[in-house]
């Protein structure tokens, strides 16, 4: 059971102790000045230790009331943030998807208006974070690359893609062999240090300035990759599973044929407690679909 002082008397001192006054707590909380003044003097009588220095120009907070404060605080702020959150709740069910940014800016996000149709008493709320997307218990499940090995959570392949190079159609017109990136600037993904020494190697560039996918830029995503390559900043390597759409609308070309394999696939991720969530078996049937058109 648990023994707390008036509440009234915490969210006075509260305001008072981050304002240090009692008129500005009186202004927030819409009481008066020694409404406030009063609710505070209860709340020491009560805890038998002073909170505040009183001084004739100034309010100060004791040694207690430093220890006090910052965990009231933390503590209204969390319930002001969780009455928000629920009053902003759906009548329906609430689907929450982790994944890569890139990965959710483009592939799913251009899809997710066809699940939206099919399914619009679900509300689907997308979560980032970022290199890897480390799982997080808030999210119903999460869609991401990896090796299949989420220690505690259910993993399964959903799809892989091949990388290859794309770049500005002006471009792709100077890239007749791969021999001739050698004169082209490559944009790297830096956490994926591996991909253009894997294609420059099945390529046979024996360049080992080019080989050793060194050369060029670095960025900290696929997506700002391939926005480079847009912009005719150089020559990317990604996954046509995140190029296709550029390459249809004639914003990307590939200009060679050689794709290689990636390493990793992308996976549905989710916590086995979590596979009776309402609208999970929806979206993961659909993801099945779109697996099904992928392959």
């Known amino acids: 059971m648990r023994r707390l002082p008036s509440l009234n008397g915490l969210r006075a001192f509260e305001a008072a102790a981050r304002h240090r006054s009692f008129t500005a707590a009186a202004a927030e909380l819409h009481v008066s000045q020694a409404a406030v ?33 910052p965990a009231l605080t933390d503590a209204f702020d969390g319930i002001a943030r969780r009455v ?16 890569g940014a890139t990965v959710a800016v483009r592939w799913l996000i251009p899809r997710l208006s066809g699940f939206h149709i099919a399914h ?20 119903t499940c999460a869609v991401l ?19 290859e190079p794309v770049c500005a159609p002006r471009l792709a017109a100077a890239l007749c062999k791969p021999a001739d990136l050698a004169g082209a600037t490559l944009l790297h ?17 024996a360049d080992p300035m080019l080989a050793s996918g060194t050369r060029g830029l670095s960025f900290g995503s696929y997506a700002m990759t391939l926005q480079a390559a847009i912009d005719g900043v150089g020559v ?26 990636m ?3 992308w996976y549905l991720v989710y916590r086995a407690s979590r596979r009776e969530d309402a609208g999970f078996g929806a979206f993961r049937d659909w993801l099945y679909q779109l697996r099904a058109e992928i392959e």
């Not at 009063?38 to 505040?52: C, I, N, P, Q, S």
């Not at 990317?236 to 990307?252: E, H, K, N, Q, T």
């Open 37 to 69: 003044s009063r609710m505070v003097k209860l709340l020491e009588d009560r805890l038998g230790f002073a909170l505040f220095d009183r001084r004739a120009n100034a309010l100060e907070l004791t040694e207690r009331g430093r220890a006090l404060q």
């Open 84 to 99: 928000e959150q629920v009053s902003a709740m759906r009548a329906g069910p609430v689907l929450t998807v982790g994944m």
């Open 120 to 139: 619009p008493e679900i509300e689907v709320r997308i979560a980032t974070g970022g290199a890897g997307a480390p799982m997080n218990d808030d999210w």
């Open 145 to 163: 690359l990896g090796d299949g090995q989420w220690p505690g959570y259910e993993a399964e392949r959903l799809f892989s893609s091949s990388l």
């Open 189 to 205: 993904v830096s956490h994926w240090g591996e991909d253009w020494p894997r294609w420059l190697d099945a390529a046979g560039v």
């Open 236 to 261: 990317a390597l990604a996954p046509r599973l995140y190029s296709a759409d550029d390459i249809a609308a004639g914003r990307l070309k590939a200009p060679f044929a050689l794709a290689v394999p």
């Open 263 to 265: 390493v990793h696939s």
